[in-house]
Structures are given as C-alpha cells and as structure tokens.
C-alpha cells in the first residue's frame, strides 16, 4: 500500500504512536490498526462481478449484470469495490464512522487506492458522498469526506466537497428495513449548489454500499446538474 507522508505529518502521527499505541481491530495486537495477518483475512471480492452494482457473480461474467440490477434504471454508470462489508472490515468502518477513530482514514484510503489503481475506474474528480448538516454536527465529520481527502493526496485527483449536498436527514442505510425504505431514504435528498462539475467525469467516494440507492441518486442528481459520468467507489459492499 502506497504511503507517502510529508516530514511534519510523518513526525506528528509518529508522535501519537507513541503516546497511543495501535492496536489491531481484528486480533488485538499492537502495532498497526489492521495487523498483516488481519489483512490476509479480509474478504476480498473477486471477480468476475457484476458490471454495474460490482458484486461477485456466482457464474461467468455478465454483461448485462447480475439478477438484482435486471432491468438497471439507475442513473449511476457502475460501483465498484474491494472489499465485503463483514469481519475485519466492518469493525474498521464502525469504528471510523461511530466511534471517532478518524486516524484509520489514511489506512483505508490506501487499500481504496490500491483496489483504484489496479480497477482503472474511470474519473478526473472525485466526490465525497455528503452527509446531513445535523449528522455532521453531531458526528463532528464525515466519513466519506475523510476517505475521499486522502484518496485525492494518493492519486493527486482534485476533491470537490460542498457542492453536492444532503438536503433530507434519514436514518442510515444500514438500519433500514429493506430496499424500498433504502430508496425513500434518499429520494429528492441531495441537490447540487454549483456548477463545478459540470462536464466532470465524477467518483462518488463512500464507506460502504447497501443497496445502491444513495450512490444511484447522488449520480441523478450529478448528471441533472451537467456531469458527464458518474461512478461510485466505496471501500465496501454489503451483500
């Protein structure tokens, strides 16, 4: 996985490992938050997948999808990702996202932009998926915004943050019932305050994918708005 600090920044989180050790989310050892072996075991998704939702098909590849995008009326050109969301990988991301361990981003963007680099997903700008106003006050950030920022410093890609925002304040996707909740959830939530990226090969930038629902509206809304293409880049799929 690529690395590459500046001096001050590398002194500074060499100071915090010091002060406060790592421990391993998977197996608890000191040292690194996802310890080499923790790393071996995550599950990772292999293809042939889905070309448009990017889960793992049981069968050959299909180029018109998988069962569950039979029809696809979505406005999101296709998701991919490299990881499941189960095991290791999920107590990482609960632990960024709920519990303020905002010192795992640069470790997850890196395994994001090694999956990145090797799956040529295409795009000239990427864009975090925005979060409510009241859940950024009460979380203190957003998740996606973290992730998206250190992608961008790997992959030297520009970061465009407030200008597609979240208008509807819902519960999160995790915890809703089914995808009918999943898909109210988001409709008519976001709008784009600008034009910036109109024109734009946009990536949506996020955590984890259930159903699809809010990588698919953030992209209707992006191409109403004058984006060329959109396509989602999430560090984790449910299944």
Known sequence: MVSVLPPVQYFKRLALDLLFPRWCLGCGREGEFICGACRQSLKVIIPPVCSRCG?????????DGCPGCAGWPGDI?????????????????????????????????????????????????????????????ERGYN?????????????????????????????????????????????????????????????????????GATLNTCAGTLKAAGAATVWGLVLTLEL
Do not use: W
């Open 55 to 63: 889960r793992p098909l049981l069968s050959g590849p299909a180029s």
């Open 77 to 137: 050109d296709g998701i991919r990702a490299p990881f499941l969301f189960e095991g290791v990988m999920r107590t990482a991301i609960h632990e960024l996202k709920y519990r303020n361990l905002k010192a795992l981003a640069p470790l997850l963007a890196g395994l994001l932009y090694d999956y990145f680099t090797a799956s040529h997903v295409p795009g000239d700008v990427l864009v975090p998926v925005p979060v409510h106003r009241h859940r950024l006050k």
């Open 143 to 211: 998740q996606s915004a973290l992730l998206a920022r250190e992608l961008g410093r790997l992959s030297g890609l520009p970061v465009v943050e407030n200008c597609l925002i979240r208008l509807k304040h819902a519960l999160p996707q995790a915890r809703s019932s089914g995808i009918e909740q999943r898909q109210s959830n988001v409709t008519g939530a976001f709008t784009c305050r600008d034009e910036r990226l109109r024109g734009k090969s946009v990536i949506l930038v996020d955590d984890v994918s259930t159903s």
